[in-house]
C-alpha cells in the first residue's frame, strides 16, 4: 500500500527552446497518458499515483518540441484495460498509434479488433522496480497470439535480463524494441557485458533500441558524456534501427527539482545524432516504418 500511494511529480509545462528544427513526420515513440482519472480510472493495484496527463497536454508539448506523431504506451496505472490508449489513438487525425500492454488473455480476435483501432504494438514489463517478472512460457504464448498482425514487442527489460534471455530475443519473429538505451548502468560505459549483448542485437536485423530515458540514466549516477557515448556507440552499430522517445510525463520522478524538460531532452538528439540525415531516420523514417504510419 505505501508504495502504491508514491505520488508523481507533474511534468515541465515549459520546454525549453529547441537548437534544431526537428523534421516533418518527427516521431514521440515513447509517451504515455494518464487519466484524466474521473474518465479513466487508475487501478488499485498500481504502484505509484500519477497527476492527471491527458493527451490535450501531450499534444501541447508536441506542438512545442516539432513532434508530429507518437507511439502511446499504456501505463502500468490503467492495468490492461486499454480505454484510454484507444481514446487517445482515435481523436489523433492518424497522428498516434498504440501500443498496449501484454495481457495474457488477449485473443486472436481481440488483437485483430485492436490493430483496426490503431494498436501497433505490445510491451512486457521485466522491469524488477516495477513487478515485472520473466516468465519464459507466457511471454511466447502471448508473442504467438499478436505475430500474425506483425506487432512490434516492446520490452522494458532490466539490463541483466538482456544478457540471460538473448536467444528468446533473437527467437522473436517479429520486430523486438527495447526500452531506454536497455536500461544499462551508464557508468560502466559502452563495454560492459550487457551493453555488448544489446549491441550485438541491435546488429542483427530484427532488434530496435529506442535512445529514450536518458534522464533515467543520469538520475542513476551517470554523467550526460557517458548516456552520448551509449547513444553514439547504437547508432554507429544499426542507424537504421534506433529510434528516439521523451518518456513524457516522466513518472519515474519522485523527487523535487528531477523533473526533465523535454526541449532539453529533444535537444540531445544533436548530440546523439550530429548527422541530419541520420536524425532523420531515428525521428522519421524508422518509426514509420516499424509502427505503420503513411
Known amino acids: 500500500m505505501e508504495s502504491r500511494l508514491r505520488v508523481n511529480f507533474p511534468p515541465d509545462p515549459n520546454p525549453r527552446k529547441l537548437r534544431f528544427v526537428p523534421p516533418p513526420g518527427t516521431c514521440d515513440t515513447h509517451f ?24 490535450e497536454h501531450w499534444f501541447l508539448i508536441a506542438k512545442a518540441v516539432g513532434i508530429e506523431r507518437g507511439i ?32 495474457p488473455s488477449l485473443t486472436a480476435a481481440d488483437v485483430k479488433a485492436l490493430h483496426e483501432k ?11 522496480h516495477l513487478g515485472g517478472k520473466f516468465d519464459a512460457d507466457r511471454f511466447r504464448k502471448i508473442v504467438g497470439t499478436v505475430a500474425p498482425q506483425g506487432w512490434p514487442v516492446d520490452l522494458h527489460i532490466d539490463a541483466d535480463l538482456i544478457e540471460e534471455r ?26 560492459q557485458p550487457a551493453f555488448r549483448v544489446l549491441l550485438d542485437l541491435v546488429g542483427e536485423g530484427n532488434v530496435y533500441v529506442k535512445i529514450s530515458g536518458a534522464d533515467r540514466l543520469m538520475a542513476r549516477g551517470s554523467r550526460y558524456d557517458n548516456v552520448v557515448a551509449l547513444a553514439r556507440a547504437l547508432i554507429a552499430r544499426a542507424p537504421d534501427r534506433i529510434v528516439w522517445g521523451t518518456d513524457w510525463p516522466h513518472s519515474n520522478v519522485f523527487e ?12 540531445m538528439m544533436l548530440d546523439f545524432a550530429p548527422d541530419e540525415a541520420v536524425r532523420h531516420k531515428i525521428l522519421v ?8 504510419f503513411d
Open 32 to 55: 504515455h497518458v494518464y487519466g484524466p482519472p474521473h474518465l479513466f480510472p487508475y487501478v488499485e493495484e498500481r504502484l505509484y499515483t500519477p497527476p492527471a496527463a491527458p493527451i
Open 285 to 292: 523514417d524508422t518509426p514509420a516504418k516499424l509502427f505503420g
Open 72 to 103: 502511446l504506451v499504456q501505463p502500468n496505472v490503467h492495468g490492461f484495460a486499454p480505454a484510454v490508449t484507444l481514446d487517445a489513438v482515435a481523436r489523433s487525425d492518424g497522428r498516434l498509434r498504440g501500443m498496449i500492454r501484454a495481457d
Open 256 to 267: 523535487p527539482n528531477r523533473t526533465p524538460n523535454d526541449g532539453d531532452l529533444m535537444n
Open 166 to 191: 538473448a536467444e528468446l530475443i533473437r527467437w522473436v519473429p517479429v520486430p523486438v524494441v527495447i526500452d531506454h538505451f536497455g536500461r544499462v548502468d551508464g557508468r560502466l560505459g559502452v563495454d
Open 118 to 128: 490503431g494498436v501497433r504494438g505490445i510491451r512486457f514489463n521485466f522491469a524488477r
